[in-house]
């Protein structure tokens, strides 16, 4: 493992990075490539409300009982104390790629829901037919500013990759922005600055970065305000948003991301 990337890793992070590595190793012996992207290594990290964002590569298809103990240990882990999103890929997958990418398995905590009316089982029988196209903005992030934990460099293994396909990956996220703002305004707000900063600038930001992209642009005072407010909450103050204030973001950020 490289333990000399753990110096540049929020130092909360690092125990339970390489805790999960370890006992990862126990349950399949078939990964041999792993990173971290994200917050952790982008420099955005929030210890209240950041997720540990980890993708692994292994040299062949994972048997059901691998995958099912993966999920168990993923069920363990993650939010002690932090959550985590882990993707994995194999080496197959990235050699043929394709937009959107198939998966081995896939966790977060919204995978953690399902389980109050499907078993583990079902729920791994069902990823076998799914895909993700954000799996694209996680290559394109762990190429341009992740970090390799073991294994090869990213860009040594994926072969075909395309800037369609990452702009295509952040497009249907913004998408899932606009109609998720009042739900999670915050989220929201700072992954679609994201969106436009990379749509205008070529800019990869870390959400805490976003108000800052923001204010150098010209934008109407009471939508950076919006912007602002978001930034404030994700450091953690209180904010309220306002259903109008909201709205009018929506309306602005539709018409420059999606003008058609």
């Known amino acids: 493992m490289n333990r000399d990337a753990f110096a540049d ?3 909360e992070t690092s125990s ?12 399949t012996d078939a990964i041999q490539h792993g990173y971290v992207h994200g917050s952790v290594t982008m420099g955005g990290f929030h ?10 590569v292994c040299n062949r298809d994972l048997t059901g009982a691998e995958r099912l103990d993966l999920m168990r240990l993923c069920l363990t882990k993650s939010t002690q104390p932090y959550p985590l999103e882990l993707t994995v890929l194999t080496e197959r997958a990235l ?14 905590e919204q995978w953690r829901t399902r389980l109050e009316e499907e078993t583990i089982e079902e729920l791994l029988e069902e990823q076998r037919d799914m895909t993700d196209p954000d ?14 934990l073991f294994g090869n460099p990213m860009r040594e293994l994926l072969v075909g990759f395309e800037e369609a ?12 922005c606009l109609g998720s703002l009042e739900n999670q305004p915050v989220y929201s707000v700072l992954n679609l600055v994201r969106v436009m900063a ?4 070529g800019c990869l930001l870390a959400k805490r970065d976003a108000f800052d992209w923001a204010r150098r642009q010209s934008i109407r005072s009471d939508l950076l305000h919006v ?3 978001a930034a404030a909450a994700y450091e953690g103050e209180d904010m309220v948003f306002s259903r109008s204030e909201l709205i009018e973001f929506n309306i602005y950020v539709h018409q420059r991301l999606f003008p058609y």
């Open 9 to 11: 890793f929020p130092e």
């Open 165 to 176: 396909n990452y702009l295509d990956a952040i497009e249907q996220d913004a998408l899932g």
């Open 198 to 201: 990379y749509r205008k600038d």
């Open 16 to 27: 339970f990075i390489e805790q999960f590595v370890c006992e990862l190793a126990d349950v």
């Open 227 to 229: 912007v602002q407010k």
């Open 47 to 56: 210890p209240r409300h950041s997720d540990v964002d980890l993708l692994f």
């Open 135 to 148: 799996v694209a903005a996680h290559l394109k992030v762990i190429m341009e500013r992740g970090c390799v």
């Open 95 to 108: 050699r043929e790629w394709v937009h959107p990418s198939p998966f081995e398995v896939h966790y977060s």
